[in-house]
């Protein structure tokens, strides 16, 4: 086969172009050749080591070798000529097969390898034609960054995008990328026009997506030669000629290393995309990603810790997919930020301008809605202020010329002129109108009085005729007025655009919609799109099926399509109308005057319809452009959530700056004396103008103690508070900044519910799927009566939409078939809510199934509730959701009383992770702390049981003895001061009652404050401060330690840094390209991604144990540098 496709090559190598049957002939080769290809890697890949071996050993070498020569050619002279790209290309796909089976030959490959030595002699016989496919990957793979550069735009002076052939090579010489010989190869490449113009976008374009597939196949299997054969001089050399290949595809090369199924490690290549690398490094991303190396570090068993790693990887795809949704788009490549784009954009509307003009070019479109084109009208005019519309008006504005300039400034001047005028024509015209068609509008009396009694029997439905559709078959009878119609529906095709332009003028002459013609009293009640019988008792669309037979013979026949489909499918409703309309204008128009009777009614049912349509396209996609709207706002707070919550604490710190300036007085500030000083103005910050703290002071004198002064000395103590200033500025800011922060509040808990909730649901069902699955929960063992979590789970096994986010769809039927035989299908169906019936294949019918009902009715009870009902139940247990609810809760109470703004500080302490390692502390051992807490409080109830039976007396706070204080005479008294007092006291209780010196109870008493001080002062409160304080050391050591093992130690190996750092930077190139945590995060992505028939065989084998979920394939304790370092050296 080589030897035929390269005589093939030298047949033509002296020829300019490959001729057509040439082109037919190679094509079919290379056909062959790349099944020949692709069967080899099915049969080697695996790996299978005896037919790897068997391939090696025969003829491939000398046929791989005449293929690089015929490949190296054969690119660089298709590549030359236009006419030739087709061939190229499919010459690129059959290289592209060859490499592939080059890679499935290193599957399974050990250091020093025969194959891999067999490989590397191969390339090196053959390095001058890898070298000239090298060169040629390589001037394409850096021509797209070369042309989208501002150096090589400077060269670029045509606005349409075209360079011409000596400012490319300039353009391409100033960028010392390439040398001569090869910017004139690019040239020879290029296609011109007859102005010799080159298209540089379309001609970087060409090329690029071949040179990336290709290029990093090769980089791939030049990074595996190098990596199993390290000390070849000779691949030394061939690498460093391949060096800028390499360096182009170095970010987007994945590695991995793995426990094979022979028990030796392999190393896995593969692509890791921008996009998703960009992924990787978002905010809520980093945040899960320190959360869980957190959280895994006291994981002892490697099982246990590759577990929660394979979870922490599904959960991570799962919210890099939401973060791929919610980013913005960045269109197609770089062409945003091309000039061209706006012009291909106005030549796209002037071409469907123009084709509705043929379409009907009396019939001006009607907007669908007038709300739609506002909401349109005001995205356009934000969007002209957008960075990158900036952007590309900068760089057009930089390529005009001074004339253009000027006509440019000229042009906006009358534009902006033309507008102002035109703005204010169309105000003073509407009101004029207003007021003509209230005072003198006659037109509705006017048709009132046109219409006939036949005109109005005509058009009310037939009573037998109702509900007819244009699917069901037709009537018996039908052809034999078949003749009629035919006539009725020249006259009908013959007034169709009098009878558009007619309708718009009533339309804009002010009547109702009902009443724009001589309809009849029957259209008034209607609400349906059906089209009605005409007056000869045959359905309206019958009568247009009729039109075809009396076409031209010439013009093309387009079936006509039901009416009444037209609110449901808005795009296939404006081709109707296109065609329809094109029928009209295509068709004769005789004069027959007779039947003009007929013609109006016709023209009366045609009108409303198309009235309906429209009002009902109007709708359709105001709701469509409602739901564009909604998403993007959705994806924008989504976005921006890290950003809100940051604004919503500056905010904060703005509230707590104006609540410094509060100041309490007993009198309104306004009724003070201006002399004394106070700089206040009347109602300038009163709280009883805002509905805060009226009266809500302290209705004593302060003390605490009800003197009985009565209601005039409640008035007399109400207190005022009030804002201090002299600007004015304050307390409107006050007011602005609260309820933008509760705005921003609002939009944190949308933007959440967007960005984190669905992973909440998401980690819920898989939790729920697994334990399904592999632990038979809910079939083999149901979860205890306590545990509410799993008995709320149990509320959403039997719902249709379980599950909604969690990836494997099929975990129903994968329990039913695991658990099915053992405890009865049926049983296991009932659990999961699964209908056996639907799932046997055998059984299904080929009916014609019922058009979807889209009616309200049907789209609520289509809703699952319970599901629903289970995911609320979720969401609301969800520690951050709730967080945020309390946030905006506070920041609503704040409106109420505004010092409720300085609660929303303590967000400072959720936002830095140093303030969140304190506040954790507190509650990371809360159990204990709470129970502690708990013994504290029943020592104290003890010994207030003991004070109020045997030492009221000591208890008398007041200091005049003829109004005692007793602090004891009551049991709830003598507790709350035990606690406030007696355990806030450093010396405990005996240091706050009286000295019992002296007293007969002297004894008792020193006892009593001694044991008190030991147990609750010394013992209790230490103890609780003991927790806090370890707690906080365990917290610190812990990141400390995650810390020194991510420094030290391997964390999908396990092995130190010290067995490494034998060789220069050995751990830090260890863990950054063979052991790299993201790269296993990427490799579980692909492999889910990718189809599983095009699994290679390591692949394969690492999909069929995640499967089964057995991570034996982690290297746990080895590497590939440990198993072959006596051959690496």
């Not at 995060?1081 to 991604?1089: A, D, K, P, S, T």
């Given at each position: 086969m080589q030897e035929s496709i390269s005589d093939f090559y030298w047949y033509y190598s002296g020829k300019d172009i490959i001729d057509e049957p040439g082109k037919r002939n190679f094509s079919k080769a290379m056909t062959v050749a790349k099944q020949v290809f692709n069967s080899l890697t099915e049969y080697i890949q695996g790996p299978c080591t005896g037919n790897q071996q068997s391939l090696a050993h025969s003829r491939l070498w000398d046929a791989v070798v005449g293929f690089l020569h015929v490949f190296a050619h054969m690119m660089m002279k298709?590549?030359?000529?236009?006419?030739?790209?087709?061939?190229?290309?499919?010459?690129?796909?059959?290289?592209?097969?060859?490499?592939?089976?080059?890679?499935?030959?290193?599957?399974?490959?050990?250091?020093?390898?025969?194959?891999?030595?067999?490989?590397?002699?191969?390339?090196?016989?053959?390095?001058?034609?890898?070298?000239?496919?090298?060169?040629?990957?390589?001037?394409?793979?850096?021509?797209?960054?070369?042309?989208?550069?501002?150096?090589?735009?400077?060269?670029?002076?045509?606005?349409?995008?075209?360079?011409?052939k000596k400012d490319f090579s300039k353009a391409m010489d100033s960028q010392k990328q390439y040398s001569p010989s090869e910017i004139q190869f690019l040239l020879s490449c290029s296609e011109a026009d007859e102005n010799e113009m080159i298209n540089f976008e379309e001609f970087a374009d060409r090329f690029q997506e071949p040179a990336k597939d290709i290029g990093f196949n090769i980089a791939v299997l030049l990074t595996n030669l190098s990596e199993h054969v390290p000390h070849d001089t000779r691949l030394q050399n061939f690498l460093g000629q391949a060096e800028s290949v390499l360096n182009y595809f170095r970010p987007f090369?994945?590695?991995?290393?793995?426990?094979?199924?022979?028990?030796?490690?392999?190393?896995?290549?593969?692509?890791?995309?921008?996009?998703?690398?960009?992924?990787?490094?978002?905010?809520?991303?980093?945040?899960?990603?320190?959360?869980?190396?957190?959280?895994?570090?006291?994981?002892?068993?490697?099982?246990?810790?590759?577990?929660?790693?394979?979870?922490?990887?599904?959960d991570t795809i799962f919210e890099m997919n939401i973060a791929a949704s919610i980013s913005e788009p960045e269109g197609d490549g770089a062409e945003p930020d091309d000039d061209e784009e706006e012009?291909?954009?106005?030549?796209?509307?002037?071409?469907?301008?123009?084709?509705?003009?043929?379409?009907?070019?009396?019939?001006?479109?009607?907007?669908?809605?007038?709300?739609?084109?506002?909401?349109?009208?005001?995205?356009?005019?934000?969007?002209?202020?957008?960075?990158?519309?900036?952007?590309?008006?900068?760089r057009k504005l930089r390529k005009m010329t001074v004339k253009e300039m000027v006509i440019g400034l000229a042009t906006f001047i009358f534009t902006v002129l033309m507008g102002i005028l035109m703005f204010v024509y169309g105000i003073c015209k509407g009101f004029f109108t207003l007021i003509w068609k209230m005072l003198f509008g006659g037109g509705l009396v006017e048709g009132a009085k046109k219409m006939t009694v036949t005109e109005i029997l005509a058009s009310m439905p037939d009573p037998t005729q109702d509900e007819v559709h244009g699917d069901l078959p037709p009537e018996p009878g039908a052809e034999e007025i078949q003749d009629a119609d035919e006539v009725a529906d020249l006259l009908d095709v013959a007034g169709g655009e009098e009878e558009e332009e007619d309708s718009e003028e009533r339309g804009e002459g002010g009547r109702l919609p009902g009443f724009s013609a001589p309809g009849g009293l029957g259209d008034f009640g209607e609400t349906t799109t059906e089209e009605p019988p005409t007056p000869e008792g045959t359905p309206l669309l019958k009568r247009k099926l009729l039109e075809t037979a009396v076409a031209e013979p010439g013009e093309a026949q387009q079936p006509a399509q039901p009416e009444e489909e037209a609110p449901r499918e808005t795009e296939k409703a404006d081709t109707e109308n296109g065609e329809k309309e094109k029928e009209e204008k295509a068709e004769p128009k005789p004069e027959v005057k007779e039947e003009e009777p007929e013609v109006k009614e016709e023209q009366t049912v045609k009108t409303k319809a198309k009235k309906d349509k429209k009002?009902?396209?109007?709708?359709?996609?105001?709701?469509?452009?409602?739901?564009?709207?909604?998403?993007?706002?959705?994806?924008?707070?989504?976005?921006?959530?890290?950003?809100?919550?940051?604004?919503?604490?500056?905010?904060?710190?703005?509230?707590?700056?104006?609540?410094?300036?509060?100041?309490?007085?007993?009198?309104?500030?306004?009724?003070?004396?201006?002399?004394?000083?106070?700089?206040?103005?009347?109602?300038?910050?009163?709280?009883?103008?805002?509905g805060l703290f009226e009266g809500s002071g302290a209705e004593e004198?302060?003390?605490?103690?009800?003197?009985?002064?009565?209601?005039?000395?409640?008035?007399?103590?109400?207190?005022?508070?009030?804002?201090?200033?002299?600007?004015?500025?304050?307390?409107?800011?006050?007011?602005?900044?609260?309820?933008?922060?509760?705005?921003?509040?609002?939009?944190?808990?949308?933007?959440?519910?967007?960005?984190?909730?669905?992973?909440?649901?998401?980690?819920?069902?898989?939790?729920?799927?697994?334990?399904?699955?592999?632990?038979?929960?809910?079939?083999?063992?149901?979860?205890?009566?306590?545990?509410?979590?799993?008995?709320?789970?149990?509320?959403?096994?039997?719902?249709?939409?379980?599950?909604?986010?969690?990836?494997?769809?099929?975990?129903?039927?994968?329990?039913?078939?695991?658990?099915?035989?053992?405890?009865?299908?049926?049983?296991?169906a009932e659990l999961l809510g699964m209908d056996l019936a639907s799932l046997d294949v055998s059984a299904m019918t080929h009916e014609k199934k019922p058009e979807p009902d889209t009616s309200m009715l049907s789209w609520v009870t289509a809703i699952d509730i319970k599901y629903q009902i289970w995911k609320f139940g979720v969401i609301f247990t969800d520690n951050t959701f709730l967080y945020l609810c309390w946030y905006m809760l506070t920041s609503l109470l704040g409106h109420y009383n505004n010092f409720f703004f300085a609660a929303l500080l303590l967000d400072i302490a959720m936002g830095v992770k140093t303030l969140r390692t304190i506040l954790s502390s507190v509650t990371h051992n809360g159990k204990q702390l709470m129970m502690t807490v708990g013994l504290l409080a029943v020592v104290v109830y003890l010994y207030t049981v003991v004070a109020f039976n045997f030492?009221?007396?000591?208890?008398?706070?007041?200091?005049?003895?003829?109004?005692?204080?007793?602090?004891?005479?009551?049991?709830?008294?003598?507790?709350?001061?035990?606690?406030?007092?007696?355990?806030?006291?450093?010396?405990?209780?005996?240091?706050?009652?009286?000295?019992?010196?002296?007293d007969e109870y002297e004894l008792y008493r020193v006892v009593f404050d001694i044991t008190f001080f030991f147990f609750v002062i010394v013992i209790l409160l230490a103890i609780i401060q003991g927790l806090i304080i370890d707690a906080f050391g365990e917290l610190r050591d812990q990141q400390e330690q995650v810390r020194e093992d991510m420094e030290t130690k391997c964390f999908i190996c396990?092995?130190?840094?010290?067995?490494?750092?034998?060789?220069?930077?050995?751990?830090?190139?260890?863990?950054?390209?063979?052991?790299?945590?993201?790269?296993?995060?990427?490799?579980?992505?692909?492999?889910?991604?990718?189809?599983?028939?095009e699994h290679t065989g390591q692949e394969s084998y690492v999909w069929k144990l995640y499967q089964e979920r057995c991570w034996d394939f982690y290297p746990a304790g080895d590497c590939f540098r440990k198993q072959y370092e006596d051959l690496l050296g």
């Open positions: 298709l590549a030359q000529d236009s006419s030739q790209i087709g061939l190229l290309k499919e010459l690129l796909d059959l290289q592209k097969d060859m490499v592939v089976m080059l890679l499935s030959l290193l599957e399974g490959n050990i250091v020093n390898g025969t194959i891999a030595r067999q490989m590397v002699d191969m390339l090196v016989e053959s390095s001058s034609n890898v070298e000239m496919i090298l060169k040629f990957f390589d001037m394409f793979l850096k021509l797209k960054d070369i042309v989208a550069s501002d150096a090589f735009r400077d060269y670029v002076t045509d606005p349409r995008g075209l360079i011409s090369l994945g590695r991995i290393e793995i426990m094979g199924a022979s028990r030796k490690i392999e190393r896995i290549y593969f692509e890791i995309s921008e996009a998703n690398r960009n992924q990787w490094e978002m905010p809520q991303v980093r945040e899960s990603k320190r959360q869980f190396i957190f959280d895994v570090v006291n994981e002892i068993g490697e099982s246990e810790k590759m577990e929660m790693f394979v979870n922490f990887c599904e012009e291909e954009g106005g030549g796209d509307q002037v071409e469907a301008t123009e084709g509705d003009e043929e379409n009907g070019e009396e019939a001006a479109p009607v907007p669908a809605s007038a709300f739609a084109d506002f909401l349109k009208s005001v995205g356009d005019f934000f969007n002209m202020f957008t960075f990158r519309n900036l952007r590309r008006r900068y009002v009902a396209e109007g709708g359709s996609e105001l709701w469509n452009e409602l739901e564009v709207q909604r998403i993007k706002y959705m994806n924008y707070l989504s976005r921006n959530f890290y950003n809100l919550r940051f604004l919503a604490l500056f905010i904060s710190f703005a509230l707590n700056f104006i609540l410094l300036f509060y100041k309490v007085s007993e009198s309104p500030p306004g009724e003070e004396d201006p002399s004394e000083g106070s700089g206040l103005f009347e109602g300038s910050g009163l709280f009883e103008g805002s004198d302060g003390s605490g103690l009800d003197v009985g002064g009565g209601e005039d000395d409640e008035e007399e103590g109400t207190l005022y508070y009030f804002l201090e200033e002299s600007t004015g500025y304050m307390e409107p800011a006050m007011a602005f900044f609260g309820f933008i922060h509760t705005l921003i509040a609002v939009l944190c808990i949308i933007g959440y519910n967007c960005l984190k909730v669905p992973l909440v649901i998401f980690k819920r069902e898989k939790e729920l799927a697994r334990k399904l699955e592999f632990d038979g929960v809910y079939v083999t063992e149901q979860p205890e009566d306590d545990d509410i979590k799993g008995q709320w789970d149990r509320l959403v096994l039997n719902t249709p939409s379980f599950p909604n986010n969690y990836w494997d769809k099929f975990v129903k039927r994968k329990v039913l078939d695991k658990y099915g035989d053992i405890y009865g299908r049926e049983r296991i030492f009221r007396k000591f208890y008398n706070m007041s200091e005049d003895e003829d109004e005692p204080d007793m602090k004891c005479d009551d049991m709830m008294t003598c507790y709350l001061f035990h606690m406030y007092v007696g355990v806030r006291a450093g010396g405990g209780i005996g240091d706050e009652i009286e000295d019992p010196a002296g396990g092995i130190g840094s010290d067995y490494f750092d034998t060789t220069p930077h050995g751990f830090e190139t260890h863990t950054l390209e063979e052991h790299n945590l993201a790269n296993y995060m990427f490799f579980l992505m692909y492999l889910i991604n990718k189809d599983e028939t």
